[in-house]
């Protein structure tokens, strides 16, 4: 088993309050930001996508500041979206299952619970379909049609090194992801916990199934990872700050993840 290098890979941009990022925030605070990323793990035997960002037109109707379409923040580091063969969804939230359909080659990865989900009961109720595309979600049950995804019923590996974990909470079927790095295992926490903030000091995102399933699955995801440190949030503007660009042109765009955090920034 081979190290992964992994990556998040910055596409957009967006100005939040407190309020929108933590339970009982301050509604006035306007000084939160979120990011959103693509991300990459490779090694010499395999490359795996994780999350394809949100389409242009979903970003458009959501005003949602695109700085790069996502297929062309992974080409800058040498991966061509359509020869990816693995491509694992961590929910399907609207800015972690758009573009898709440009990983033509890819089978897609997702939990039991989130598919069952997104087309179930909950979707009549608009606090939690708000964050679906319909024709997104739709789009993804055809790839299921045509034999590309492949579901997994809780924890599973999806390559020697590479495990997807049940969560919850933020969604019924959200999967955090671990990977094997040169500096031991690191957990990519995705929408468990958006900023560093919500595991680090108990305050949960509002957009959410079960306050209780997110709480455990901090618990889960730091007894995952080889040091508390290598939980990496999903959309925290830090990771760019905590770790070091692959080559300088890609400062602010890309970070390595598989090395150690810095404690000066």
């Known amino acids: 088993m081979g190290p992964y290098e992994v990556y998040a890979i910055k596409y957009a941009t967006l100005a939040r309050t407190a309020a929108e990022n933590f339970i009982g925030g301050d509604p006035h605070d306007t000084s939160m930001w979120l990011d959103y990323y693509v991300w990459l793990a490779r090694n010499a035997a395999r490359t795996v996508v994780i999350d394809t960002g949100f ?7 959501r005003k949602r500041e695109c700085l790069r379409p996502p297929v062309e923040g992974l080409k800058l580091l040498g991966v061509d979206a359509g020869e990816v063969r693995d491509v694992i969804i961590t929910h399907l939230h609207y800015d972690h299952v758009g573009n898709f359909d440009q990983f ?20 009549s109720v608009g606090h939690f379909a708000y964050a679906y595309e319909v024709e997104e979600v739709v789009g993804m049950v055809r790839r299921v049609y045509q034999g590309r995804v492949t579901f997994h019923d809780g924890d599973a590996e999806i390559a020697p090194g590479l495990t997807v974990h049940h969560v919850g909470g933020h969604t019924l079927g959200l999967q955090s992801v671990r990977v094997w790095t040169r500096f031991g295992w690191i957990v990519l926490a995705f929408d468990a916990s958006h900023c560093y903030a919500n595991m680090e000091e108990g305050r949960p ?9 997110m709480a455990d699955g901090w618990r889960k995801l730091r007894a995952l990872a080889s040091a508390p440190q290598h939980v990496v949030p999903g959309h925290d503007p830090l990771v760019m700050q905590r770790y070091r660009a692959p080559r300088p042109d890609l400062e602010g765009v890309a970070a390595r993840l598989d090395d150690e955090p810095l404690s000066d920034r």
């Open 55 to 61: 389409s242009a037109s979903a970003g458009r109707r």
């Open 104 to 123: 033509p080659q890819a089978t897609f990865h997702l939990q039991d619970l989130e598919m069952s989900y997104a087309t179930g009961r909950h979707m």
């Open 205 to 213: 995102l509002p957009i959410v199934v079960d306050v209780a399933k």
